[in-house]
């Protein structure tokens, strides 16, 4: 069965530091979404792509996190500088077709950004 | 803004007993609702949906619901067993921007 990949699995870091996390979705995914889960709560959308566009960046800190899809397949987030408030789960999604309403989405197995 | 209220934020069981997980939805534009369970170090990985022409879906020993008049749906899980223990999270998604909005989660114990 097919899976979104996520690379790396776990990152550690120090303050101000630049940090990037890739994701691989489901081949044939058009639409692809990036999580960020804070222990013990429920996953924030940062940013959704449809292909190589921006559907929705409304959530993410665009000071310091930026995103991009160059070629609508995989992808790549990007923290600069890190804060220690940024220590998170950060999680990919993707799903076949933004515009199905019931379209399902399937998660990777996150990224545990820990910053010191 | 769109919001998913979730409860109860914890909830143990007997082993064998039902559980039942409440989730009220803000956007009357939402149309499909996923429920999804996450164990610890592990993805969220969808375990039942419902779609908002349906009032009721059910596979196996777990079933949703949905009443779409008081924007609130909820997870039943029957005869429950110890692999059940985890966290589940509901969404909605609104078909404006089919963005999702997730609950905060439950975290369920099965106590053998």
């Known amino acids: 069965e097919a899976e979104v990949a996520q690379s790396p699995r776990y990152k550690i870091t120090e303050k101000s530091q630049a940090v990037a996390f890739w994701c691989d979705p489901i081949?044939?995914?058009?639409?692809l979404y990036w999580y960020r889960q804070i222990l013990g709560q429920g996953p924030e959308l940062l940013v959704q792509?449809?292909?190589?566009?921006?559907?929705?960046d409304s959530q993410l800190p665009k000071d310091r996190f930026s995103a991009e899809r160059l070629k609508g397949v995989d992808s790549t987030l990007k923290i600069q500088p890190a804060e220690l408030g940024d220590s998170a789960m950060y999680l990919c999604?993707?799903?076949?077709?933004?515009?199905?309403?019931?379209?399902?989405?399937?998660f990777g197995p996150g990224t545990r950004l820990t910053v010191l | 803004g769109e919001n998913v209220e979730q409860h109860p934020s914890t909830l143990s069981v007997q082993e064998g007993d039902s559980a039942v997980i409440k989730c009220t939805y803000s956007?009357?534009?939402?149309?499909?609702f996923p429920w999804y369970k996450q164990e610890l170090g592990k993805r969220p990985q969808l375990i039942i949906d419902?779609?908002?022409?349906?009032g009721e879906k059910k596979d196996q020993r777990i079933a949703v619901t949905l009443n779409k008049t008081a924007k609130h749906f909820s997870l039943h899980i029957t005869e429950t067993q110890p692999e059940d223990s985890a966290v589940y999270f509901c969404?909605?998604?609104?078909?404006?921007?089919?963005?999702?909005?997730f609950g905060t989660g439950t975290r369920l114990k099965v106590l053998a």
């Open positions: 999604a993707s799903s076949l077709e933004w515009g199905l309403s019931t379209d399902t989405q399937y």
């Open positions: 081949s044939g995914h058009a639409t």
């Open positions: 792509f449809q292909d190589e566009s921006v559907v929705d």
């Open positions: 956007d009357s534009a939402s149309n499909y």
């Open positions: 419902i779609r908002s022409n349906v």
């Open positions: 969404a909605a998604k609104t078909s404006g921007t089919y963005k999702y909005i």
